[in-house]
């Protein structure tokens, strides 16, 4: 796993060329009214973290959908794109599936399986990621290829993929930096209950951390938002002790407005808990900042897993539960 960390600004590159010399036909010239992206896990986290990257840009809705279900909404002026890194998310198949009785437009990207066979039987657009590792870490291949069909789809502009474009140089300016963050906030978490805190930007982020943390260092955290946390969760504080450690993402591309709110939720938790980490994102724009946050976080959990001794591969629990599911 740590060689698979590594390997992510270099990702970001293959994933860029690959992207750059792949079209989409059928995603051309459409009025589509909405998109909605099927992933769970390590696969449907990349759909996540587009749809808020280009919230603010896009001219359509964008939903990340980790159920069976569809929206009901959904009809022929939809774009469903599947994300599924094995190809054999139940959930997913099932989804895209019923997608298709209702007429919309789908596509998907996968290393193979039955969703590559799908596609490629109804003459889908499908993009083939390099497959035989963990989902989780195929992040960068699954976001890119993603905002390239949004791209392709007319639902955003190239912004978000020329700003990629930078993304591996300022990881590897900045690695030095990244371990040693990574190696502070991994000798933070032991012995406490994380709770983690970001603004609505960085929601997707704090997911990715909780589930790295889930699978690699195979522990257990929450996470919650500004400014919706200080209309429930804060209060909860109250109760609040020295059990909890606290992990804040901090951004400069956060609004004025919520930064104050954050730090104004850092005075209160501070008088509950001494232990606090704040995590400072850093980048020439949302984009950098984001994959600066997330090499961090990928970074800690692998050092996590050094100092509790397990293997961050395994992941026997789902495989078990997998393995029931297919008896039904």
């Keep these: 796993m740590d060689k698979l960390i590594a390997e992510f600004p270099k990702n970001i590159d293959d994933a860029l060329e690959t992207a750059r010399s792949l079209e989409f036909k059928s995603l051309h010239n459409k009025n589509f009214t909405s998109v909605v992206i099927c992933g769970m896990g390590g ?3 990349g759909g996540k973290l587009v749809a808020q990257l280009v919230a603010a840009e896009a001219n359509i809705p964008i939903l990340a959908n980790q159920n069976y279900n569809l929206p009901e909404f959904i009809n022929e002026t939809t774009l469903v794109i599947g994300s599924s ?4 998310t139940e959930e997913t198949l099932t989804a895209v599936k019923a997608a298709k009785d209702k007429g919309a437009t789908i596509a998907a990207v996968c290393s193979g399986g039955e969703l590559y066979d799908f596609c ?4 889908y657009d499908v993009v083939k990621m390099p497959a035989g590792n963990p989902p989780r870490s195929a992040l960068a291949f699954s976001s890119i290829h993603l905002l390239n069909m ?3 789809a007319g639902v955003i502009s190239d912004l978000k993929l020329k700003e990629l474009e930078n993304c591996r140089e300022h990881l590897n300016n900045h690695i030095l930096e990244i371990k040693e963050e990574a190696k502070k ?3 933070f978490i032991p012995n406490k209950e994380l709770i983690m805190y970001s603004t609505p930007e960085f929601e997707p982020v704090v997911i990715r951390a909780r589930q790295q943390y889930n699978e690699n260092a195979k522990i257990l955290c929450s996470h919650h938002v500004v400014p919706e946390m200080n209309h429930n969760e804060l209060v909860g504080w109250g109760g609040g ?3 909890y450690g606290v992990l804040f993402i901090d951004s400069p591309s956060t609004l004025e407005r919520n930064k104050f709110r954050m730090n104004l939720c850092k005075e209160i938790i501070a008088k509950k808990t001494p232990h606090v980490f704040v995590l400072e994102a850093k980048g020439a724009n949302l984009i950098e900042e984001v994959m600066y946050i997330i090499h961090i976080i990928d970074w800690s ?3 996590l897993a050094d100092i509790f001794n397990v293997d961050p591969i395994e992941i026997d629990v789902i495989n078990y539960l997998k393995g029931e599911l297919s008896k039904i």
């Design 43 to 45: 696969s449907g986290i």
């Design 85 to 88: 890194y094995s190809g054999y």
């Design 120 to 123: 490629k039987a109804n003459n």
């Design 150 to 152: 949004l791209f392709q």
């Design 185 to 187: 906030l991994a000798e």
């Design 241 to 243: 002790d020295d059990r």
């Design 301 to 303: 959990s692998i050092m």
